[in-house]
């Protein structure tokens, strides 16, 4: 069986789903990285991209109270915060001390009393303090839940966002595109066809989105590739998806914290994996605040040509545990690429 998969990759031919079953059952790793990189250097060569960026979480306060979620408070819990505009403006004014600094990152809580006009002054402010920052904010569960605290469209909702500075979205609160493990551990978010439908109309819009996978949880290996799937047939018919990014659930401080993290088998199978489903992607991010900063240097020969970037401050994953450093400097980054091998080359903030 592996064997005839190698032949429909040399021979550029698409996998299906019986395909990315079997590889998520097999255990040569080694032929499944070496088939991933080889895809890797046919459509994107040695380059591997980052970004000189800052993340900017506005609030933890959060409606969603997902299982699988260190980050959400409630509003009077201990830890609970939420940004004013001053406050967000002073966090990215910090990250700018860096000349190189090309990028912001918004995403956030649900928070329970915020408008969506509160989300787009947060927006605004940003985009016209730092007009040369390319803005990636908000995921679609976020763009979801606009759409139904305002009773607008989510077509409404981007275009207010992109007429405030908004460039690109991020690809989170993908999770697992299946009703079932979304009603088991997000029953408050946004449905799998939600999710998709705010890419879709993103890309109509002319809003590059990322996507991404949450996976080592409750989801089954088939619902991994049916969530590729669905990625690969969206980007079929849109083309707008820049990115995937593959994260290893993280259980610490969760109501899931009895699940075994992820192993590095299971993190290099599974982006090597989406390499090869996802044909049409023309990058794979390795996320090295997620996988750390060893396995991501591996990742970049199991299909990886994205190591995201300099961050300045992570607050999410690392409340779930993540042990890699909070930040890292443009240096470091340009150097973890180079032992690997690879030539680095800056985004710009758009990966």
Not at 53 to 62: A, D, E, F, S, Y
Not at 132 to 140: D, E
Not at 190 to 199: G, I, P, Q, R, S
């Amino acid at each position: 069986m592996l064997e005839r998969i190698e032949r429909k990759i040399f021979g550029g031919e698409r996998l299906t789903r019986e395909d990315g079953e079997f590889l998520f059952a097999c255990n040569e790793l080694t032929r499944i990285g070496a088939l991933a990189d080889h895809v890797r250097k046919k459509i994107c060569g040695d380059e591997v991209l980052y970004n000189v960026n800052c993340h900017v979480n506005l609030t933890n306060i959060c409606a969603a109270r997902c299982k699988f979620c260190a980050f959400g408070r409630g509003g009077g819990d201990r830890g609970s915060y939420a940004m004013t505009i001053d406050e967000a403006l002073k966090l990215v004014g910090e990250a700018a001390g860096n000349p190189n600094l090309s990028g912001v990152h918004i995403v956030s809580g649900l928070h329970p009393t915020w408008t969506f006009e509160h989300y787009v002054e947060f927006v605004a402010a940003i985009h016209e303090k730092f007009p040369a920052l390319h803005v990636k904010g908000f995921t679609g569960v976020e763009i979801q839940h606009f759409a139904t605290i305002s009773g607008l469209s989510v077509e409404e909702i981007l275009r207010r966002l992109k007429a405030a500075g908004l460039q690109a979205i991020a690809g989170g609160g993908a999770e697992i595109l299946s009703d079932r493990v979304r009603n088991e551990l997000c029953p408050k978010k946004c449905t799998a066809d939600e999710w998709l439908n705010v890419a879709r109309t993103a890309h109509r819009l002319g809003i590059p989105t990322n996507a991404s996978m949450l996976y080592g949880h409750i989801e089954t290996h088939a619902e991994r590739v049916d969530h590729l799937l669905k990625l690969r047939d969206l980007q079929d018919e849109t083309g707008g998806f820049r990115t995937f990014i593959c994260f290893p659930f993280l259980p610490k401080n969760t109501a899931l914290e009895h699940i075994r993290q992820t192993s590095m088998w299971d993190d290099l199978k599974t982006l090597a994996i989406s390499r090869l489903m996802l044909d049409n992607f023309p990058n794979i991010k390795a996320y090295w605040v997620m996988l750390t900063v060893p396995v991501a240097q591996v990742a970049l020969s199991f299909g990886a040509n994205d190591i995201d970037g300099t961050i300045h401050r992570e607050n999410i994953l690392h409340e779930a545990g993540a042990t890699s450093p909070r930040s890292l400097t443009e240096d470091e980054i340009i150097r973890i690429i180079r032992e690997a091998g690879r030539i680095p080359r800056s985004t710009g903030g758009r990966s």
